[in-house]
């Protein structure tokens, strides 16, 4: 069992920077993998970044390289996620999950567990 809480969502600018943490509790010595995601309104789910639990492996979605950098504090059990250069297609409520599996970072399905989201929105 993991629980997760997402914070660090708000209004911002285009261009501007925001931080979201994702902070874990419970069982985390059997997690594989944290990651990201998100929806915005009439869009599916999508894959923005994940990270294995040691901090050695990364990946993100295309459509975020080179703007958002995603990084773990382990005595904090608290995964971030820097974003820059905000636009507003990057507006949506961001989730945080939890792979156990070991199947992959960027599987949505192998995510067995995930918080309440947190929403960014990027409007001038």
């Known amino acids: 069992q993991v629980q997760l809480v997402e914070s660090g969502g708000g209004l911002v600018q285009p261009g501007g920077s925001l931080r979201l943490s994702c902070s874990a509790s419970?069982?985390?010595?059997?997690?594989?993998?944290v990651g990201w995601f998100r929806q915005a309104p009439g869009k599916e789910r999508e894959f923005v970044s994940a990270?294995?639990?040691?901090?050695?492996?990364?990946r993100y979605g295309d459509s975020v390289k080179g703007r958002f950098t995603i990084s773990r504090v382990s005595d904090k059990n608290t995964v971030y996620l820097e974003m820059n250069s905000l636009r507003p297609e990057d507006t949506a409520v961001y989730y945080c999950?939890?792979?156990?599996?070991?199947?992959?970072?960027?599987?949505?399905?192998?995510?067995?567990?995930w918080g309440q989201g947190t929403q960014v929105t990027v409007s001038s």
């Open positions: 999950a939890v792979d156990r599996s070991g199947v992959g970072l960027v599987t949505e399905t192998a995510y067995a567990y």
């Open positions: 990270i294995d639990w040691a901090g050695h492996n990364t």
């Open positions: 419970g069982r985390t010595d059997a997690v594989y993998a």
